[in-house]
């Protein structure tokens, strides 16, 4: 009866209403005179980050995706080659009790494209790969299940659901740090590279999104709490969108133009470490911080 | 509803004004940079030497979100883009026609594409209009001829139509999503701009993400289901060239090469896809048979 409004009134609720302060900063800074930098480059200059810099803040991130899914579908982690030399210990995850097939073949596929990430990035940085940080998937989930209001006992590892709604949390995370440090990355190669991962990130998340879509209410009610925690986490600019908005199926995070949305690596450290606000060097999922150079928030 | 819809619509195309507009600013302080850019060997750009500029990589995708937004908003409404987005000349499409969805949720997600495509339309016109390159106007487009022998070189029969009804409409998405990734993907390394390449990345996610969840919505069809998106996927790495640029959605929800990053295809082997052909030097055909706008155009 309303199907000729069907296209017109999606995402706008959004778009509309919370990316006129996007449009006005970011993307500003972002799509200004060639010569301009954005913020984030801007950064990368006065820090003297190289590629490597950024590709091991990537690696930093990917141990942290390859832990909970190689564990979550093999009940191990990471082998101590993969891990790097002193690395750090990992707590918290198990073997996860998936029962729907599809899911099953989600978790096997993104485990072995996590895995992978892990090793070509330490390929990549050859010597320069930093090691593992110190993982606790306890503290983290908990702070992430009390902040979003799904319970301090969230466990991942208990349901598909549950399974599927920490997936949702580490996906989108992704694909918006590749996004945002696509611009930072000199090298043409490892561009391509982070490009290629990136768009996997991507579909990792169109696939969870999907899937939690399906379950019904309790699953989107559930992801679009963790949605509204991460764009709380992040600091005042929106850029997260639940997988349900305004009664509408919303499988992709993105703004007016239909484009996704980019962090700053602070801003993803925001999130993993579960605390905003600047000058945070460690939390949530990693109580030690991570490894490498770009530590702090 | 109908004015908190339109009243949001507006809003938004007041912001994808703003953004695109200073993003158009941008590639106009590029287009002036006297520094040519100079095509990478082996992309068989033989017969378009000019050299591919960043507004002319955003012509060609501009091509490519043209078919994909005409092809859902046709599935989803019946109708196709509004005159506004279809630049000076354009030309028609044939074929196309609105779903009987079973499952309401999966007509809503495809809306949701409907609008990205779109969306990607526009922004990338918006773009492009900002520089002295004329964003193109939307080619002749067929949706009716072409999956006809999509399907067939598939093997899915002589009669494929996607607008038959839900399976066979995510199986006619699944023609395009992935290539969407795969072209964007092969786009990366001829942007020049960070700004560009970040809108671009941009782009190239939102495609994933759609390509993630059509592989997810056939699998929830069943085994049958994906056996056909099996034999589409291996029907577009056959037209491409020797290089594996697919992973079958039987083995995968996530198409990816042995470091797990996605695949890329040239520009040429983009075409190669969506003109149905795999011969060199083929400028239409199959979803596009008057060819497509802009330099790029030969295969």
């Known amino acids: 009866m309303s199907t000729e409004l069907a296209i017109p009134s999606r995402r706008t609720m959004f778009t509309g209403l919370r990316t006129a302060a996007l449009a006005g900063a970011t993307a500003a800074a972002a799509f200004g005179p060639a010569s301009a930098q954005t913020p984030v480059q801007e950064s990368r200059a006065r820090h003297g980050l190289t590629d490597g810099d950024i590709l091991n803040f990537a690696l930093n991130l990917e141990y942290l995706e390859a832990e909970f899914y190689v564990t979550a579908t093999s009940g191990q982690g990471l082998d101590a080659t993969s891990a790097g030399a002193s690395a750090g210990a990992t707590s918290g995850a198990r073997l996860a009790q998936l029962s729907s097939p599809i899911v099953r073949m989600f978790a096997q596929n993104v485990a072995k494209n996590e895995f992978d990430h892990v090793y070509f990035l330490r390929s990549a940085l050859g010597s320069n790969a930093v090691p593992r940080p110190v993982i606790d998937f306890k503290a983290g989930f908990s702070a992430v299940g009390e902040a979003a209001g799904l319970g301090s006992n969230f466990d991942p590892f208990v349901s598909d659901l549950n399974f599927l709604l920490a997936s949702f949390l580490f996906e989108d995370v992704g694909v918006t740090a590749y996004k945002g440090a696509a611009p930072l990355i000199h090298n043409k190669e490892y561009l391509q590279s982070a490009a290629g991962i990136h768009a996997v990130e991507a579909y990792h998340a169109g696939c969870a999104r999907a899937l939690l879509y399906r379950m019904g209410p309790e699953a989107r009610a559930g992801a679009n709490k963790i949605s509204a925690l991460r764009d709380k986490l992040d600091g005042p600019t929106t850029l997260d969108q639940g997988i349900e908005v305004d009664g509408h199926a919303n499988i992709v995070p993105s703004d007016s133009g239909g484009v996704c949305f980019s962090r700053t690596p602070q801003q993803v450290l925001n999130i993993v470490y579960g605390t905003p606000g600047s000058g945070v060097s460690k939390g949530g999922f990693f109580p030690e911080g991570t490894t490498g150079k770009i530590q702090m928030t | 509803m109908l004015l908190s819809g339109k009243a949001m619509l507006s809003r938004r195309h007041t912001v994808r004004a703003m953004s695109a507009a200073v993003l158009g ?46 092809y859902y908003l046709r599935g989803v409404t019946g109708e196709g883009l509004e005159r506004a987005d279809l630049g000076p000349a354009p030309k028609g499409v044939t074929g196309g026609r609105k779903v009987r969805f079973q499952n309401p949720e999966i007509a809503d997600m495809m809306a949701e594409v409907a609008s990205d495509e779109r969306s990607h339309v526009r922004f990338l016109r918006r773009a492009i209009s900002g520089t002295p390159l004329v964003a193109s106007s939307r080619p002749a487009i067929d949706l009716e001829a072409s999956f006809k022998a999509a399907g067939a070189a598939a093997g899915l029969g002589d009669n494929f139509d996607p607008f038959a009804d839900e399976d066979s409409f995510l199986l006619g998405a699944f023609v395009f999503e992935d290539v969407g990734v795969t072209a964007y993907n092969g786009a990366v390394k001829l942007l020049s701009q960070k700004n560009l390449l970040e809108a671009a990345a941009g782009i190239l996610a939102v495609e994933a993400y759609h390509g993630g969840m059509i592989r997810t919505l056939l699998h929830t069809k069943g085994p049958d289901v994906v056996a056909k998106a099996d034999k589409i996927a291996a029907a577009r790495d056959s037209l491409d060239g020797p290089v594996t640029t697919e992973e079958l959605p039987s083995l995968s929800l996530a198409p990816s090469d042995q470091f797990s990053r996605a695949f890329k295809r040239t520009p040429q082997q983009v075409l190669n896809v969506v003109y149905l052909s795999p011969d060199k030097g083929v400028h239409r055909g199959g979803f596009f048979p008057e060819s497509i706008n802009g330099v790029v155009r030969h295969t």
Not at chain 2, 40 to 55: H, R, S
């Open chain 2, 25 to 70: 600013a941008g590639m106009s302080a590029c287009a002036t940079n006297p520094v040519p850019r100079i095509i990478p060997q082996g992309l068989g750009l033989a017969l378009t030497p000019e050299p591919l500029t960043d507004p002319a990589v955003f012509n060609f995708a501009l091509n490519l979100e043209y078919l994909e937004a005409e």
